[in-house]
């Protein structure tokens, strides 16, 4: 039988039935989304989006600062089949207005992230950003206001929660298999080709990336306070930069620091020297268009106007009275990190050893060398339990891509809720903004002092603290 469309919308009864019937029929409309910031990072977002998640989602706009990137960008998508609109970044609100959008994808430098975010949640768009959501606790208030008063949301994409191994970390904290978390150590190593590649960009600029502090450790907090459950409250930290200094180059028998690697008189003396032309991506992104905005890809690590720190350590008290001790260095001799949980039942100790890379290259970014992870759960007073790691491969240690199909593509509901808002991603950005807070002051600093407004994001069910602990085993 054939009903008139019209008619049946008439019916208040047939509404459901009709719309349900419709919903089976066809597809229902592709989510339609911009792109700021054409850098490195946005690729992932932008080939999920013309490439595997094409039939449901459309990529109808793309904006940047730099002409040459935008173009870039704009052949990609041709390459895929995808014609997105081009806007120059100071077209930004008439390309929100024209664009009809669900949402704005943020890759931007960090500092720009706020900007971005809150004309795309005043406009009535949804966000979703590259991390760290933001670098300053008065930037993370704009956009928790933002999101409140227009009732909309930012997604902020932690891809490391979403990595098989770290999810079974999850997985174990659970279900209960050392008790009460009571304190974590966690050492973070980025070795000397992905950490110097910190100072060589901008993120050597603390007034762009938050350093370190925010940049790189705003995975690490948030890996922690989602496995934990909890939110931070105290931050204590210290920090310096030591090694990537002037006086480290002469150290190593170097004349000076200079501008850049491209120009260096000392390029074959240096071994951090960064060809970035022998890239076919980085060339393409940033040597062919830096005539554009006159931002070098290849700075000097040795520069004496880098202001953010090589050398960190953090201590931070949590909600539940759960303390982690958390170091970050950028000169390691391997890439990675260690772990351990001390619980009133037991020990987990976990440790990934990544593949070194430069970001933005044309290699994986952050892959995991598979015979570096290891896990182990040790009882009190038991015999150790080492874990059989769960596996993944791509980028971020197959976090990417779950990431990616949760975000465009259909995905099963998730017990431990990976998924993170504008909550989530302020308390990681805040306690990185406390901690550099704490280098300038020497003082503690209460994450309630930062921001108003702040609530809980909504985490998966853990072990209560007043549940029965048993009894060590007798020795």
């Given at each position: 039988?054939?009903?008139?469309?019209?008619?049946?919308?008439?019916?208040a009864g047939g509404l459901a039935l009709g719309l349900a019937a419709m919903?089976?029929?066809?597809?229902?409309?592709?989510?339609?989304?911009?792109?700021?910031?054409?850098?490195?990072?946005?690729?992932?977002?932008?080939?999920?989006?013309?490439?595997?998640?094409?039939?449901?989602?459309?990529?109808?706009?793309?904006?940047?600062?730099?002409?040459?990137?935008?173009?870039?960008?704009?052949?990609?998508?041709?390459?895929?089949?995808?014609?997105?609109?081009?806007?120059?970044?100071?077209?930004?609100?008439?390309?929100?207005?024209?664009?009809?959008?669900?949402?704005?994808?943020?890759?931007?430098?960090?500092?720009?992230?706020?900007?971005?975010?809150?004309?795309?949640?005043?406009?009535?768009?949804?966000?979703?950003?590259?991390?760290?959501?933001?670098?300053?606790?008065?930037?993370?208030?704009?956009?928790?206001?933002?999101?409140?008063?227009?009732?909309?949301?930012?997604?902020?994409?932690?891809?490391?929660?979403?990595?098989?191994?770290?999810?079974?970390?999850?997985?174990?904290?659970?279900?209960?298999?050392?008790?009460?978390?009571?304190?974590?150590?966690?050492?973070?190593?980025?070795?000397?080709?992905?950490?110097?590649?910190?100072?060589?960009?901008?993120?050597?600029?603390?007034?762009?990336?938050?350093?370190?502090?925010?940049?790189?450790?705003?995975?690490?907090?948030?890996?922690?306070?989602?496995?934990?459950?909890?939110?931070?409250?105290?931050?204590?930290?210290?920090?310096?930069?030591?090694?990537?200094?002037?006086?480290?180059?002469?150290?190593?028998?170097?004349?000076?620091?200079?501008?850049?690697?491209?120009?260096?008189?000392?390029?074959?003396?240096?071994?951090?020297?960064?060809?970035?032309?022998?890239?076919?991506?980085?060339?393409?992104?940033?040597?062919?268009?830096?005539?554009?905005?006159?931002?070098?890809?290849?700075?000097?690590?040795?520069?004496?106007?880098?202001?953010?720190?090589?050398?960190?350590?953090?201590?931070?008290?949590?909600?539940?009275?759960?303390?982690?001790?958390?170091?970050?260095?950028?000169?390691?001799?391997?890439?990675?990190?260690?772990?351990?949980?001390?619980?009133?039942?037991?020990?987990?100790?976990?440790?990934?050893?990544?593949?070194?890379?430069?970001?933005?290259?044309?290699?994986?970014?952050?892959?995991?060398?598979?015979?570096?992870?290891?896990?182990?759960?040790?009882?009190?007073?038991?015999?150790?339990?080492?874990?059989?790691?769960?596996?993944?491969?791509?980028?971020?240690?197959?976090?990417?891509?779950?990431?990616?199909?949760?975000?465009?593509?259909?995905?099963?509901?998730?017990?431990?809720?990976?998924?993170?808002?504008?909550?989530?991603?302020?308390?990681?950005?805040?306690?990185?903004?406390?901690?550099?807070?704490?280098?300038?002051?020497?003082?503690?600093?209460?994450?309630?002092?930062?921001?108003?407004?702040?609530?809980?994001?909504?985490?998966?069910?853990?072990?209560?603290?007043?549940?029965?602990?048993?009894?060590?085993?007798?020795?």
């Amino acid at each position: 039988m054939t009903i008139d469309r019209r008619t049946l919308i008439k019916s208040a009864g047939g509404l459901a039935l009709g719309l349900a019937a419709m919903a089976h029929a066809a597809p229902s409309a592709r989510k339609r989304f911009a792109i700021v910031g054409m850098g490195s990072r946005s690729r992932m977002f932008q080939d999920a989006i013309t490439g595997k998640f094409a039939e449901n989602n459309e990529l109808v706009a793309i904006c940047d600062t730099n002409p040459g990137r935008l173009a870039l960008a704009a052949k990609r998508a041709a390459s895929a089949g995808a014609k997105p609109k081009t806007y120059a970044a100071s077209e930004f609100d008439r390309l929100l207005k024209e664009s009809k959008l669900d949402a704005v994808i943020v890759t931007t430098p960090d500092a720009t992230h706020d900007e971005y975010i809150v004309r795309a949640l005043d406009a009535g768009c949804d966000a979703i950003t590259e991390k760290p959501m933001t670098t300053t606790a008065e930037k993370a208030q704009r956009i928790l206001d933002a999101c409140r008063r227009n009732g909309r949301h930012v997604r902020v994409t932690f891809n490391y929660r979403y990595s098989p191994p770290r999810t079974q970390i999850k997985e174990l904290l659970m279900s209960n298999a050392i008790g009460d978390v009571l304190s974590v150590d966690f050492n973070w190593l980025l070795n000397t080709v992905h950490g110097a590649d910190y100072f060589r960009r901008w993120h050597s600029q603390k007034k762009i990336s938050g350093g370190l502090m925010v940049h790189k450790a705003t995975h690490h907090f948030d890996l922690v306070n989602w496995w934990l459950g909890a939110q931070p409250e105290v931050v204590l930290a210290a920090g310096k930069r030591e090694f990537y200094t002037p006086a480290m180059a002469k150290r190593m028998g170097l004349k000076s620091h200079h501008d850049r690697c491209r120009t260096c008189p000392e390029k074959d003396a240096c071994t951090f020297y960064f060809d970035l032309s022998s890239d076919p991506g980085l060339k393409a992104l940033y040597w062919d268009n830096e005539h554009h905005d006159g931002y070098f890809r290849d700075q000097c690590v040795w520069r004496p106007e880098i202001d953010i720190e090589d050398t960190m350590n953090v201590i931070v008290r949590y909600d539940t009275g759960a303390t982690l001790s958390y170091s970050l260095n950028a000169f390691n001799s391997w890439e990675g990190y260690t772990i351990a949980f001390n619980g009133t039942k037991g020990r987990i100790e976990h440790q990934i050893v990544e593949q070194a890379y430069v970001a933005g290259a044309t290699m994986t970014q952050g892959g995991i060398e598979q015979e570096g992870v290891r896990t182990r759960l040790i009882p009190l007073r038991g015999a150790p339990q080492d874990i059989e790691p769960w596996a993944g491969a791509g980028g971020h240690g197959g976090g990417d891509d779950v990431m990616l199909n949760e975000i465009f593509g259909t995905a099963a509901p998730d017990k431990y809720r990976r998924v993170s808002d504008e909550r989530g991603g302020a308390y990681s950005i805040l306690v990185g903004a406390a901690a550099n807070r704490c280098f300038e002051t020497g003082q503690a600093v209460k994450i309630a002092d930062l921001v108003t407004g702040l609530t809980k994001p909504d985490h998966a069910p853990m072990p209560t603290r007043d549940m029965p602990v048993p009894m060590p085993v007798r020795v």
